[in-house]
Structures are given as C-alpha cells and as structure tokens.
C-alpha cells in the first residue's frame, strides 16, 4: 500500500550539503508508531542507519552523523528530507528512505523502503 520515492540531485560537489527528499504515498507520515527512516549504502558496505523522524516529529540520530545531519519533514506534503552537511567522497552511497514501525505482535521492522537513489559526491 505505503510508497516511498526518493528525490535529489545524484551529484553532490565535496563540501556541499546533500538534500534529499522522501515523498510518501497512501499513508500519511503522522500515521500513529510510524518512523520515517533515512538508510544508506556505500559501495562493497552494508546498510548504515542515518537517522530517522517519529509521527510526531521527534528526529533520531546516528551518532557518527549526528553532528552533520538533519531530518525534517513537511506534513502538508507528506514529506520527509534528509540534509546531509560537510559531504566528502565517503559519503558516496545509495540512499533508501524507509517506513520503520511498530506493530503489535511483530518487532520492529522497516516494512517499507524506496528504491533507492545514487548520490555520489565528486568535483
């Protein structure tokens, strides 16, 4: 039912911010337990949480990244974003946004994700 779409640029110059957004369909974002997740792979990586934003607005952080990210959302449009601050190669991955949730009778799980967009960071 729930989709997930990621968007933003998929070049992002060293020392820039990395911006992206994550527009949720057919459910909305203040749907009670619900926690809007930011996820990423670097390349020959596993998946590395980055952070994350509750139904009501409380943001989760990493703490290695906690110092240069940010996760907002807009309500209104059903949207969520990720701003990543200070970018260097490193931070080359693709980014997932994800539905995490809790459900009664089940752990914790991220049930929905979006396909994924390819940032790298590159002069």
């Known amino acids: 039912q729930v989709q997930l779409q990621e968007s933003g640029p998929g070049l992002v110059s060293p020392s820039q911010t990395l911006s992206l957004t994550c527009s949720v369909s057919r459910e909305s974002i203040t749907t009670d337990y619900r926690y809007w997740t930011w996820i990423r792979q670097p390349p020959g990586q596993g998946l590395e949480w980055m952070g994350a934003?509750?139904?009501?607005?409380?943001?989760y952080y990493n703490p290695a990244l906690k110092s240069r990210t940010s996760i907002s959302r807009d309500t209104s449009k059903n949207q969520f974003t990720l701003q990543l601050n200070s970018v260097t190669p490193r931070d080359t991955a693709v980014y997932y946004c994800a539905r995490g949730q809790y459900s009664s009778g089940s752990y914790y799980s991220f049930s929905s994700w979006g396909q994924g967009t390819q940032v790298t960071v590159s002069s």
């Open positions: 934003i509750s139904y009501v607005g409380t943001t």
